[in-house]
């Protein structure tokens, strides 16, 4: 059905009626509507039921339903209920819906004939009701002769267009059996009616006092039963008897003499009908590029209409997000069950067929058969031999008492000549079985549903190679580095464009410093994202150098000239000496930082010489100092966070500098405050990057320092005096390795220096760093010494034994340092 969202809350006399908009007899056409409970008894019998059929409700509620409606030319034997004659019954369509033998929906038109009147065409509807209520059935009725039909036939034929708006309205009084759970059963009787909605309908009526309730929705419901074409067999017996008493010279029979006729309209309305049906289902497919999503829109959209029973099986790269290799699947090819939508009783096909469980097809089943050939494979019925071969697959598992006996079509799901996966559709042993008609609507639905799943398999593979391409340019900062904590976030500007040109970092510096980054590629998309990481990389070059702040930025210009002048960018970059409590800030056309002061908590913007942004060339670029304290907070972003078009930039700021003086508990929980401030104000379209570093520093008591003169006498010195600080900061099992490797550094440092006295220094931290500087800019390399050599092993010893260590060229000259991991308190 196809549930449209016009609804209508009020009074009316009528039980019952359908609108019939554009027709010549344009109004509202009453409508019988009968309500049938789980044990075949009639729950429910409206005004409109029986205007139609004569019974009035005292005598309906209760009774066999069986016994109510003309069914298969039948009347009940007892002639007070009924005043109507039946020339064709409602059908043995309606029977079976009554009997619960369908489990889908069905549809049919019927010649009642009242003693002493005219004929009653008879338009009829019954849809199976699924829910926890003792409701089973739902059978609409309405007289055809306001429709100005001539026969049933015509009436069959104009139906679609006609009864496009069903308002089934419902008597609710109370003594309406059940009436007391009515708010919460009316979303069974129509599916599309929410539970809050029918609270509010009954809240309304149970306080107004009125008796009768209308619902009003735009529906659509089918219009022949089963596609309403006749078996093909039986209408090559009807021909075959027209011929027969055409070529004796008999009288034709007169319900062959329109056979042609007949047979054209019935056949011209189904095929519109399943037109129909696939439009509808278009429609309801590929509303999302999410993947899971469309797999379960596929599946729910043919199950009840089209089958009682849709798996869907995707290929294990389908489903992974991959790409996968040309050529027709083989016997090794692992399908992943992805969806299994059914009209069973809940839980049947759970234990059994999983979904989640992946497989692969031998090759003489039918799936194998359809999976190659991308063509629907039809079976009418599933064998006992054919169930057998099938339940093989399933090891302990047997499945064969859900599908022996039923319709089977199994239809490939392709996009691009490449099949995908294939859906598996069974119909109840019950139900007519799939015929020609059905394997041409199944492989168009197929053919739609591959597209769409396609479409969302490429934009899944496409967000996993954005996201693991950011992924792999956004560095892994720890979240501890020598006297500070470091959280981060970034954020992709949409969901669309998950690869940006925004970028944090931090680096480890001599000294026991740290540098921070946040740098915005102008643009989004792979080029922007290239050029992130180029910027990126060359920043972590130079950082390692040591460079000045300002002139790290004069080389990363001069850089970005070189590469080209299609990008530019902004980039911001600060270095924090722990041991100094200072920060050394320079700015190229970058948003400033904020500051919150540990003191007070006050925040403040760093008035910072803004620069022009990288790229541009031939612009000078100034660093300033800060002083900081212990506990101070530094908040480095991007302008996406702070920026919306229309909106000035000003207002982002000062909402940044407020959101991060709030107390937090964690650095993370600071982060987050930050993003839940800005974030929802609406049009960001941006990437995010965002820095947030905690201050901590360095206590002058876990400082040592020293300088030596230029005299080989002085390394021995240098080790004394490591032992005993070692010895005093509680380090005595680091002392030996300490002394070691201070002996080999103190030992090239004198040798090589040329005026200046050599520096010492121990710092204590998470780890224990030492430091040895001179004044010759010559950096100390890797040496593979031989067996008669004298020189070369000392650096070899360092990094050996230490947990890193490194050199860098300063202004003075140069600094080898070394880092030992500290023992476990």
């Known amino acids: ?343 069973d009783e809940p839980g049947r096909w759970d234990d059994v067929v999983p979904v989640g469980e992946a497989m692969p097809f031998p090759a003489h089943t039918p799936f194998f058969q359809c999976m190659t050939s991308g063509e629907p494979v039809l079976v009418p019925r599933i064998s006992e031999e054919m169930g057998h071969a099938i339940a093989a697959q399933f090891e302990k598992r047997d499945i064969r008492p859900l599908i022996t006996g039923r319709s089977m079509l199994v239809v490939p799901l392709k996009a691009r000549h490449v099949v995908l996966g294939f859906m598996i559709l069974l119909r109840h042993p019950e139900r007519p079985v799939f015929n020609d008609m059905d394997r041409v609507t199944g492989a168009e639905l197929a053919a739609r549903a591959g597209l769409v799943l396609d479409n969302a398999r490429m934009y899944t593979y496409q967000e996993s190679v954005a996201e693991t391409l950011q992924d792999s340019m956004l560095p892994h900062i720890p979240a501890r580095m020598a006297g500070c904590d470091i959280a981060t976030r970034y954020l992709p500007g949409t969901l669309l464009g998950r690869v940006g040109g925004d970028w944090f970092d931090s680096v480890k510096l001599p000294g026991a410093r740290t540098a921070f980054v946040v740098g915005d590629v102008m643009g989004h998309g792979l080029n922007s994202a290239a050029m992130m990481g180029q910027l990126r990389t060359a920043v972590q070059t130079m950082a390692a150098l040591d460079l000045p702040p300002a002139q790290l930025l004069r080389n990363l210009d001069d850089l970005a000239q070189r590469l080209g002048e299609t990008y530019l960018a902004t980039c911001l970059y600060a270095v924090y000496d722990p041991i100094a409590g200072e920060l050394h800030l320079a700015n190229a056309g970058h948003i400033p930082p904020v500051l919150v002061r540990a003191e007070d908590g006050r925040s403040e913007l760093l008035d910072l010489p803004t620069g022009a942004p990288i790229g541009i060339g031939g612009v000078p670029f100034e660093a300033v100092r800060v002083r900081v304290r212990p506990g101070d907070r530094l908040v480095m972003c991007t302008d996406g966070l702070v920026e919306v078009r229309g909106e000035d930039i000003g207002v982002g700021l000062a909402t940044l500098c407020e959101s991060a003086a709030h107390p937090a508990a964690s650095m993370d929980d600071a982060c987050d405050t930050i993003i839940r401030a800005l974030n929802p104000r609406g049009g960001r379209k941006d990437d995010v990057a965002l820095l947030m570093a905690r201050l901590g520093g360095i206590e002058p008591d876990d400082v040592a320092e020293w300088r030596l003169p230029l005299a080989p006498a002085e390394a021995g010195r240098a080790r004394a005096a490591v032992r005993e600080q070692l010895h005093t900061w509680g380090l005595a099992r680091t002392a030996d390795t300490a002394e070691l490797l201070v002996s080999e550094l103190v030992t090239n440092a004198l040798r090589h220096s040329h005026r200046r006295p050599v520096g010492l220094r121990l710092v204590r931290g998470d780890t224990l760093l030492c430091e040895v500087d001179d004044d010759d800019h010559d950096l100390p390399t890797l040496l593979s010494a031989g067996g008669a050599d004298e020189t070369g092993r000392g650096l070899r010893v360092v990094s050996t034994l230490a947990r890193e260590w490194g050199a860098s060229r300063t202004g003075a000259g140069k600094t080898v340092w070394f880092e030992l991991t500290l023992p476990r308190r």
Not at 215 to 236: I, Y
Request: hydrophobic share 40%; with cysteine; aromatic share 6%.
């Open 1 to 343: 059905m196809d549930r449209g969202t016009d609804r209508q809350v009020g009074t009316h006399p009528e039980a019952g009626q359908a609108a019939v908009p554009g027709h010549a007899a344009a109004g509202r056409i009453p409508l019988a509507v009968v309500v049938v409970d789980r044990d075949g008894l009639v729950s429910h019998w409206s005004a409109g039921a029986r205007r139609l059929f004569g019974t009035p409700k005292e005598a309906a509620i209760g009774r066999p339903v069986v016994d109510l409606l003309p069914v298969s030319g039948a009347l009940p034997d007892d002639d007070t209920l009924s005043p109507y004659d039946v020339d064709d019954g409602l059908g043995p369509d309606l029977d079976a819906s009554l009997g619960g033998r369908l489990s889908y929906p069905a549809a049919g038109c019927a010649r009642l004939t009242v003693p002493g009147s005219d004929r009653i065409d008879v338009l009829w509807w019954a849809y199976p009701l699924v829910g926890p209520g003792p409701e089973r059935l739902l059978v609409l009725a309405a007289d055809a002769a306001p429709l100005h039909l001539r026969d049933p036939d015509d009436a069959l034929d104009a139906a679609d267009a006609v009864v496009e708006r069903i308002t089934p309205a419902f008597a609710l009084h109370t003594d309406f059996p059940g009436a007391e759970g009515l708010a919460r059963r009316l979303p069974e009787i129509l599916p599309s009616m929410s539970v809050g909605e029918s609270a509010r309908i009954v809240g309304q009526i149970l306080e107004l006092g009125y008796p009768v309730l209308e619902f009003s929705q735009n529906d659509r419901v089918p219009v022949t039963p089963d596609w309403g074409v006749p078996r093909r067999a039986e209408r090559r017996a009807r021909r075959e008897r027209l011929a027969r008493a055409v070529a004796a010279g008999d009288p034709v029979p007169e319900e062959l003499r329109d056979e042609g006729a007949e047979v054209e309209d019935l056949e011209y309305a189904a095929v519109r009908e399943r037109l129909e049906f696939l439009n509808e289902v278009s429609g309801r497919i590929g509303t999302s590029l999410d993947l899971a999503e469309t797999i379960v829109e596929v599946s729910k959209a043919v199950v009840p209409r089209f089958t009682d029973v849709a798996g869907t099986y995707l290929r294990e790269q389908v489903v992974a997000g991959e790409g996968f290799p040309d050529g027709v699947p083989d016997t090794t090819t692992m399908w992943h069950r992805v969806a299994l939508e059914h009209t």
